[in-house]
């Protein structure tokens, strides 16, 4: 099949990689020529007209850039240059919100939309893609060739007993998930719930080195080997996963994680996802004070924290336990 794929990034480059690898025919446009050309395989795009006249009726293009006001221009400009018939694939991490609103814009052209929330990160090029797709069921059916080639496969996992009647692309690594919006709904709690696995594991891993503390009574100290712990974790272990899989190697690279700030950002999915409880009145404390975690994170010390010390001065006479770090520093 052929498909033109906007925005060359490390996801959007190995997609198209990817297809090109499973035979089919990529067209490939992004705003820096130089990573065009880098694309073996592929037939370059020097404009986004140019594009789309190098691809066959009913054409179909995939755009994989940061949600927002990036992506919304070019879905927009796309639609100025597509015909009735042809397709927008959006593939990145936008609000579902976003992509309701672009196709009924794109309605009105007789232009269809699907959005499809894609995880895989920059190691999809070879497990491929989990896909949770949005959008009309006959444009989704006429896209199947793109998504079975991007889809992981069967693998090696084992199929849950009782699956024989349901949707067999769900076992490939791909879902049609619904109208369009329902894709990236899908993917958008995917991400809320990565961020409550992350913190978990992050706390349980802090705990474990901080049990070298010196504040602790010398018999009850332990100096844990955490990137023996996350492989050891990894086989067997009902905690086991890919998150784990990718713990265990960035603890084996560098044990102390020295090179790393600890200053977390959010990509967006999180809030959304925290929002979307807000809404449907769903309690979501994990996903919440992990997103919360990711906000302090980037705060040394917050005027808030500084006022709790204040007024636990004031109501019980609580000095604050200053460490000998900031004790240095008001020198």
């Known amino acids: 099949m052929q498909i033109g794929i906007v925005g060359l990034g490390r996801m959007g480059a190995n997609i198209a990689r990817r297809l090109i690898k499973k035979g089919h025919k990529v067209v490939a446009f992004d705003r820096t020529p130089k990573v065009v050309k880098a694309l073996e395989g592929a037939t370059g795009a ?7 006249d190098k691809l066959d009726a009913p054409r179909a293009v995939w755009v994989m850039l940061p949600a927002g006001k990036i992506t919304d221009d070019m879905v927009l400009a796309l639609g100025d240059l597509l015909k009735p018939g042809d397709v927008v694939i959006d593939g990145g991490n936008t609000f579902y919100k976003d992509d309701i609103r672009r196709a009924k814009s794109l309605k009105q052209k007789n232009i269809a939309y699907v959005d499809c929330g894609t995880s895989g990160g920059v190691w999809g090029l070879d497990r491929g893609y989990c896909m949770m797709i949005g959008g009309d069921k006959d444009v989704v059916q006429r896209l199947d060739p793109v998504f079975a080639a991007l889809a992981p496969g069967e693998g ?4 849950t007993p009782g699956r024989e009647s349901r949707d067999p692309r769900v076992t ?5 998930a619904g109208p369009v919006g329902a894709g990236h709904f899908v993917k958008m709690v995917h991400n809320g719930i990565e961020y409550g696995l992350m913190q978990a594991y992050a706390e349980g891993f802090d705990i474990l080195r901080g049990r070298a503390g010196k504040e602790l009574p010398e018999d009850e100290r332990f100096t844990l080997d955490t990137a023996d712990i996350a492989e050891v974790w990894r086989r067997g272990s009902v905690v086991a996963s890919w998150l784990l899989d990718l713990t265990a190697i960035a603890l084996a690279k560098s044990p102390e994680l020295k090179e790393f700030t600890g200053d ?4 967006g999915e999180g809030r959304w996802t925290v929002e979307a409880a807000i809404d449907e009145a769903v309690a979501a404390p994990v996903i919440t004070a992990a997103l919360f975690t990711r906000f302090r994170s980037r705060i040394e010390h917050s005027f808030g924290e500084k006022l709790l010390s204040a007024m636990r001065n004031e109501f019980g006479g609580h000095i604050e336990n200053v460490t000998p770090k900031a004790k240095d520093e008001d020198k």
Request: glycine share 4%; no cysteine; net charge negative.
């Open 46 to 52: 020097d404009s986004l007209k140019d594009l789309v």
């Open 156 to 159: 090696n996992i084992d199929k």
């Open 172 to 176: 490939q690594g791909y879902l049609h």
């Open 264 to 267: 977390v950002a959010d990509s």
